[in-house]
């Protein structure tokens, strides 16, 4: 007997079409004594057209995020529902439970809660009965038995922690893609699909910008232990078991990621060690991801200048915006220059830091193209270069030729 | 300070812009110190999609209840989301909450759920706080935390049972009709609105086909003693008044209601006594409603015969014929005969039994009109005659200027 959690995302179930081949899919996938929970997203579009409401009623609806939460609950609620029909429809007994009757307790964070535990006893005793138990992903209830949403993505989240508290034997993430490849397939036709990779190395491209998995739900898969199977919802291949450990050399390069809305800020002022502490610490305190981060020298208008330098994603500028303001206001003389239209490319490995032969290899070979590195950086499991967005996609090119030359 | 709850049906919520005129009214009513509670179904046509879908999944959707009422409560989950954003976004402190936290526990009869108990705890909380609570209408759940919704309409019940459960004031059913009418306004366009009704006047009115009030929710205002205001939600006026007294006369006309999809049926055979015990029983034991069940003569192929004659409402002749299947097994030389395209119309008022006047006059206006009276039926607040579906609207017209006669 196996318990296999399985995870549908919301384009797995964007029709009734699509959720009867789901359901069919499983069935036939089905030994006769597994016992099956199936985690699912909101069908399709349904929580953009959700949000597109809210927005009708407010230009800034995310102000209310207890409303939003119980806007966006929903929308499971739906798919649940449908899903659980239609295998009863074929005859194979199901139970659809929303995250707080399926037991996911989070904590109060509306609109970006984390799961803080989960009481299996209900989902138990739906499966000791032989039922297939649909749950909704990407919701749950706080202790006052509140709706809670853990935030876009949610649900892959929602389907590992459920795997480690069932201590199932897998967690199948289905998806469109067919698994997590050595770069973006859409970028690179050559890329190929990896067997295995491990958490830090998978951790580490998504950071870097691979988004088939929400981090959140390897960093958990990756606490509790959970391998995680990605596959593809509409193909029947194997796909890539996300795991512990990995029997490869180290110092291989796994991936090639990259991130294409990047914004280079540059502030000149005398005081630079008073900024640089400043900045840092509120860049924290707001939970803005940045890279970059350094002092330097520059050279403009004919003068060399003091300058701290960092880059943060285009999305999380806005948030930047009113920081930047306020050190204006209260450093004199500070000069500011933000620089859109910026990518970052990176390559990951499971052992990388301090490895001289790889960083060489990377600069040589964009070099080699006449791309300009603009900034490099190295981190212990990947290295990193701040380029012009225009040479991006050869710049992806490149450096997967360079590390994966294609088999002859 | 007033405690009202005020419930609006899909029409009035079916679009963010009547959404948030309808919380500008509720704004613009509000006197500072009064406490209001909500009551809203999921927007315009949401209930209708989502049976759709269901329908897209199995053929037979609602013989899976339980997932019935988890995909049908998603519904109002959205609309009172949007409403508690759309008043927070007028600077109105309000808050959502779905049946269950609003402590409406039902029975465990999914898809016709009936109210048990409303533990009033969290919306008397949330009241104290000045905040308006917006309440998930037609939903409540079970003892076991389930999801069960009232059947359609229910959340005119919802309002009803909330209102007295918090002894409120009164319940405002908002709708898009004014009122209720002497007769249906798009039939009889010299119908006025009433002022007021009692209770039974209102469950008489709507068992005999005026459709304004889901009819559980006029019973359980009048176990309650609940004063029910219906009125419009686009036209400021004040509407009809349903309450336990009323100063009027005796045996005054209140109104005229029909049905007209009515199904006559006729069981010839010679048997009458055991057959009418059995179909009693049987019609009871289903629920259906019927009406001119009685013992009659019938002439027919030149033989005068005993017959069985009764009418159910057409939407319940699919229930009454596996019972009519089983009569023509039972009985020998049984003789059915089923008549379609039949029509009621009653005429309502607080005491008519026995009232011959009335009556006759029912019976003289039609009768000079040439309408054919099929049967006629007495009740305790009702007179009520079959006839063909072509000679209704004219009939509805004749009896209304009788009772009703224009005022010069």
């Given amino acids: 007997m196996s318990l296999i959690v399985k995870k549908f995302g919301g384009s797995s179930v964007s029709s009734p079409e699509k959720i009867l081949n789901v359901v069919k899919r499983v069935i036939a996938d089905k030994k ?33 995020k207890r409303e939003m939460d119980m806007l966006l609950a929903s929308g499971e609620q739906v798919s649940i529902a449908l899903l659980a029909m239609a295998f009863q429809n074929y005859g194979v007994p199901a139970i659809s439970l929303t995250g707080r009757l399926a037991g996911i307790r989070t904590d109060d964070k509306h609109t970006k809660g984390t799961i803080v535990s989960i009481d299996t006893k209900r989902i138990l005793s739906e499966l000791a009965q032989n039922k ?45 893609v067919k698994g997590i490849y050595t770069a973006d397939p859409h970028l690179v036709v050559n890329a190929t699909k990896m067997s295995d990779i491990t958490y830090e190395e998978m951790l580490e491209m998504s950071r870097l910008g691979a988004c088939v998995m929400q981090t959140r739900s390897v960093e958990v898969g990756q606490k509790l ?37 990047i914004t280079q800020i540059a502030i000149c002022n005398e005081d630079i060690e008073g900024l640089y502490q400043e900045l840092r610490e509120n860049l924290i305190a ?45 450093y004199i003389a500070v000069d500011i220059s933000i620089k859109e239209g910026m990518a970052k490319i990176s390559v990951i490995s499971n052992k990388i830091n301090g490895d001289k032969a790889i960083y060489d290899k990377f600069c040589q070979a964009l070099g080699k193209a006449n791309i300009d590195m603009l900034m490099m950086n190295r981190h212990a499991l990947s290295i990193s270069c701040l380029l012009e967005n225009k040479d991006l996609s050869r710049a992806v090119q490149v450096i997967h030729d360079e590390f994966f030359p294609a088999r002859v």
């Fill in 32 to 64: 006769a004594e597994d016992k099956i929970v199936i985690v699912v997203s909101a069908m399709g579009k349904t929580t953009d057209r959700l949000i597109s409401l809210a927005s009708a009623i407010s230009g800034c609806p995310y102000q209310y």
């Fill in 132 to 176: 297939i138990v649909v749950v909704a992903g990407f919701q749950g209830s706080d202790n006052q038995d509140e709706p809670v949403t853990l935030g876009r993505g949610g649900s892959d989240t929602s389907a590992v922690a459920l795997a480690g508290a069932l201590k199932a034997d897998c967690c199948e993430i289905y998806t469109d």
């Fill in 225 to 261: 232990g959970i391998p995680i199977h990605v596959r593809s919802t509409f193909v029947d291949d194997e796909g890539t078991v996300i795991q512990t450990d990995s029997q490869r050399q180290e110092g291989l390069i796994r991936g090639v990621s990259y991130l294409d809305k």
């Fill in 286 to 330: 707001l939970d803005i991801e940045y890279d970059f981060f350094r002092h330097a020298h520059v050279y403009d208008n004919n003068k060399i200048g003091d300058a701290l330098i960092l880059a943060v994603e285009q999305g999380d500028f806005y948030a930047v915006q009113p920081l930047i303001r306020k050190i204006m206001q209260k």
